[in-house]
C-alpha cells in the first residue's frame, strides 16, 4: 500500500468521526477590485459547499470570476465580503502558507531555476520534513505522475504535458486537504487533454483527497466532476450534477452555455394537471411540467437537439410537436445536423442519428414536424 | 549568399569596433615600448621593463582602486536592490515614470555632477557650514578629501548601471511563481530567499560587471572629491599622459589595468556563472 493511500485512509477515518465536517465553504462571498478609480465586482456573492473527496468544477465563461473565486480558497485574494471555512475552520484571514490547500496555476508556475526533483520537493522542505523520507515521497509522487528519471530536467527542458505533471506532483506531495486546479489542463492540445483528464481522474481516485477544478471546457466539466458549479457574472447559476446540468439547465445561460440548446418561446395555452400546455405559432404545441403557470404568460423552454425527432408527417400521441422547414443540413459523419426554421422566425437545431430509419432524412427545403418528449423540454426563469 | 546574411548583420558593429578599438590599442601597445619624450620624439625599443616598473611604483593605487571598486560594487547592489525590487514588484501602473527618474541624473554631465557634490559638500559649504554652527559636528569635520567621498561620488554616478539589469531580471519573475511558492508553505521571507532572489540574481551579476569596471578604472570622483590620499591608477593614467608626457607609462598602465580586470571579471563569471549560482540556489 502506498503511504498516499495510507494518509487517505487516515483522513477519510477522521472524516467519518467527525461527521461529515465540509471540506470547503464559500460563504456569501463578495470580491471587489478598484480599476480605474471603478469598483468592480469581480464575485458578486457566492455561496457554496464542496464535501470531502468530491471532484467539484467551477465551470463558465471568461471574466465570470472562477479564478477569483479559486484564489481566495487558497488564500491570494482577501474577500472584500464573507467568510471561507476549510474543514470547518474560518481562514479568511488566514495567509496562503498556512492553509492545508495546494494550487495547480494555470500556467503551472514551476521554478525555473529548480530541477523537477527540487520542484516537487519544495513543499516538503518548506514543512522542516526529513530529507530521507522527502526522497522517498518525492520518489513515489514521481512515480504517480511517470516522471521517474526525468529527476534532474529543468522545467524549460520539458513538455506541456510533463510540465503539468511536474506541477501536479508539486502540490499533491504535500498530502493537501484539497487541491485546486486553475485550467491545468487549457495549454494542452486536445489529444493529450483528453489523455490528461483520464490521468487525473485517476490521480483522483487513487489519492481520494477534494479536488476543486477550474475550466471553461463544459465537456471537460461535465466528464470529471462530482458536482459543478456553473458560474456566470460573478455568480453561481446552477449548483447540480453533470446529469442534472445537462439534462435540466435552470436558467437560460446554463441552458446555452452546456452544450447545444434550442431555446424556444410561447404562451400557455391551457393548465392540465401539474404541467401546461403552451402555443407556438399556428399549429406548435409543447407540454412542459410545472405548476405556477398562467394561461397567457410567455414562457420560454429548453430541448437539447438530440432529443428531438424529424419527421414529415405530423406524429401523434402525447408530445411536443412543432412544424417548420428543413434550412440547413450537415452531414457529421455518426449524425446529420439539421437547422429547421419555426414559423416565428426561430431556428432549432436538431441532431439526428443516420441510418435510424426513413421517415428521419428530410431535405433542404422540406416542410417537417418536430416532436419530443414533454419530459425533455424545461421551462425556465430568465 | 544566404549564409553569409548573420555576417552582413555584424559587419558594421565589426567595422566599428575594429577601426576605433582594435587600431588604437594595436598603437598604444606600440607606445608602450618605446622610449624618449616630447621633445625629442619616441622610438621603438621594444622595452618591456616599463611594465614591471610601472605596477611597482603604482602600486598601491591599483590595489586602492580595486579596494575601492570592490567596496562601491557592494554599496551600490545593498541601495539598488531594494530600490530595483520597489519599482518592479510595488510600482504599479507608475513604473516607467519611477525608472526615468532613476535615470535622471544622466540628462547631467557626468563631470558637472560631481562638481556640484563638490560644492554642496565643501568644509564651509551648504551642508556643512549650517551644521558646524550649531555645533552638531566639530569644526575640523570635513568630508571631501575622505576615502567615503569618492566612493560615496562612485556608487552615486554608476548606480543607475546596477538598478537597471536589477530591475530587469527582477520585471521578468513570473508573480504566480511567488504565489506558488508562498502556496507551497513558504513565508514571505523563504519566497524571497528561495524563489525571488535566485531569480534575480543573474540581473545583479549584470550590474556587477557594469559597474565595478568603470568604477574601478575612474579618475573623476577621485580628482574631484578626493584628496593625494585617495588617488586611483585612473587619476595616475592621466597625470602621466597629459601633465608628465611620458606616454610609454600611461600606456603601459592602462594595458596592466585592463588585463588585471579581464582576469578578475572572468575569474569571477567562472566562480558566480549564472548556472553555479542557480544550482546553490535551488536547494
Ligand atoms: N486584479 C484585478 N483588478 C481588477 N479587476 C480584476 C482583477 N482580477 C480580476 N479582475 C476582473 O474580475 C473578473 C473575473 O476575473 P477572473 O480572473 O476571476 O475570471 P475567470 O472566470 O477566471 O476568467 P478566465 O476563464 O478568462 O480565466 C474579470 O472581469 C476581471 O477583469
Ligand atoms: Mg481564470
Known amino acids: 500500500m502506498t503511504d498516499i493511500q495510507a494518509g487517505t485512509e487516515a483522513a477519510a477515518a477522521a472524516a467519518s468521526t467527525s461527521a461529515q465536517v465540509p471540506a470547503i465553504e464559500l460563504d456569501g462571498v463578495v470580491k471587489e477590485y478598484v480599476a480605474h478609480g471603478e469598483v468592480v465586482q469581480a464575485v458578486k456573492g457566492v455561496t457554496l459547499t464542496i464535501t470531502e473527496g468530491e471532484f467539484f468544477s467551477l465551470l463558465g465563461p471568461s471574466g465570470c470570476g472562477k479564478t477569483t473565486t479559486m484564489r481566495m480558497i487558497a488564500g491570494f485574494e482577501d474577500p472584500s465580503r464573507g467568510t471561507v471555512r476549510l474543514h470547518g475552520q474560518d481562514v479568511t484571514d488566514v495567509p496562503p502558507n498556512k492553509r492545508d490547500v495546494n494550487m495547480v496555476f494555470q500556467s503551472y508556475a514551476l521554478f525555473p531555476h529548480m530541477n523537477v526533483w527540487e520542484n516537487v520537493a519544495f513543499g516538503l522542505r518548506r514543512k522542516k520534513i526529513g530529507e530521507a523520507e522527502i526522497k522517498r515521497r518525492v520518489g513515489e509522487m514521481l512515480e504517480i505522475v511517470a516522471l521517474t528519471g526525468r529527476e534532474k530536467r529543468r522545467p524549460r527542458e520539458m513538455s506541456g504535458g510533463q510540465q503539468q505533471r511536474v506541477a501536479l506532483a508539486r502540490a499533491l506531495v504535500n498530502k493537501p486537504r484539497a487541491l485546486l486546479l486553475d485550467e491545468p489542463l487549457g495549454a494542452l492540445d486536445l489529444k493529450l487533454r483528453q489523455a490528461m483528464q483520464i490521468e487525473l481522474k485517476r490521480i483522483q481516485r487513487e489519492v481520494g483527497i477534494t479536488f476543486v477544478y477550474v475550466t471553461h471546457d463544459q465537456s471537460e466539466a461535465l466528464t470529471m466532476s462530482d458536482r459543478i458549479a456553473v458560474m456566470n457574472d460573478g455568480l453561481v447559476e446552477q449548483l447540480a450534477s453533470p446529469r442534472e446540468i445537462y439534462e435540466s439547465p435552470s436558467t437560460a445561460f446554463v441552458a446555452g452555455f452546456i452544450g447545444t440548446s434550442n431555446l424556444l418561446s410561447g404562451t400557455v395555452d391551457r393548465i392540465v394537471s401539474g404541467s401546461a400546455v403552451l402555443r407556438l405559432g399556428q399549429e406548435g404545441r409543447v407540454l412542459v411540467a410545472g405548476d405556477g403557470f398562467q394561461v397567457a404568460d410567455p414562457v420560454a423552454v429548453t430541448v437539447r437537439p438530440e432529443k428531438i425527432t424529424i419527421s414529415t408527417e405530423e406524429p401523434t400521441g402525447d408530445l411536443s410537436v412543432v412544424p417548420g422547414i428543413v434550412s440547413e443540413v450537415v452531414y457529421l459523419g455518426l449524425y446529420n445536423s439539421y437547422a429547421v426554421s419555426l414559423a416565428d422566425g426561430a431556428e432549432v437545431t436538431v441532431f439526428q442519428q443516420n441510418a435510424l430509419d426513413s421517415t428521419s432524412t428530410a431535405e433542404r427545403g422540406d416542410a417537417v414536424w418536430l416532436s419530443w418528449q414533454p419530459r425533455h423540454s424545461y421551462a425556465i426563469g430568465s | ?283
Open chain 2, 1 to 283: 549568399m544566404k549564409r553569409l546574411a548573420p555576417y552582413l548583420l555584424i559587419l558594421p558593429g565589426g567595422l566599428w569596433l575594429a577601426i576605433f578599438l582594435v587600431v588604437p590599442m594595436v598603437f598604444m601597445a606600440s607606445v608602450s615600448t618605446q622610449e624618449g619624450d616630447v621633445v625629442n620624439g619616441f622610438v621603438q625599443t621594444f622595452n618591456f621593463s616599463v611594465y614591471g616598473d610601472a605596477l611597482v611604483q603604482y602600486r598601491t593605487q591599483f590595489l586602492r582602486s580595486a579596494g575601492y571598486g570592490l567596496v562601491a560594487t557592494v554599496v551600490s547592489i545593498a541601495l539598488a536592490y531594494p530600490m530595483a525590487y520597489w519599482i518592479a514588484f510595488k510600482g504599479g501602473p507608475r513604473k516607467s515614470t519611477y525608472l526615468l527618474l532613476v535615470l535622471l541624473p544622466f540628462f547631467v554631465s557626468f563631470v558637472l555632477r560631481t562638481v556640484s557634490w563638490k560644492f554642496l559638500l565643501a568644509d564651509d559649504g551648504m551642508l556643512l557650514s549650517p551644521l558646524k554652527s550649531i555645533g552638531l559636528v566639530p569644526g575640523d569635520f570635513h568630508v571631501l578629501q575622505t576615502t567615503a567621498a569618492v566612493i560615496g561620488g562612485l556608487v552615486y554616478n554608476y548606480l543607475p548601471f546596477m538598478i537597471l539589469p536589477i530591475y530587469v531580471a527582477l520585471e521578468r519573475v513570473d508573480p504566480r511563481v511567488v504565489e506558488a511558492a508562498q502556496d507551497l508553505y513558504a513565508a514571505r521571507r523563504e519566497a524571497f530567499t528561495k524563489v525571488v532572489l535566485p531569480l534575480s540574481l543573474p540581473g545583479v551579476f549584470a550590474g556587477v560587471l557594469m559597474t565595478f569596471v568603470p568604477m574601478t578604472a575612474d579618475y573623476v570622483n577621485a580628482g574631484i572629491l578626493g584628496g593625494p590620499e585617495n588617488t586611483m591608477i585612473g587619476n595616475i593614467i592621466q597625470t602621466e599622459y597629459l601633465v608628465n608626457n611620458d606616454y610609454p607609462t600611461a600606456a603601459a598602465l592602462s594595458f596592466t589595468l585592463m588585463a588585471a580586470m579581464l582576469v578578475g571579471i572572468f575569474a569571477y563569471a567562472k566562480a558566480l556563472g549564472t548556472e553555479n549560482v542557480l544550482e546553490a540556489a535551488a536547494r
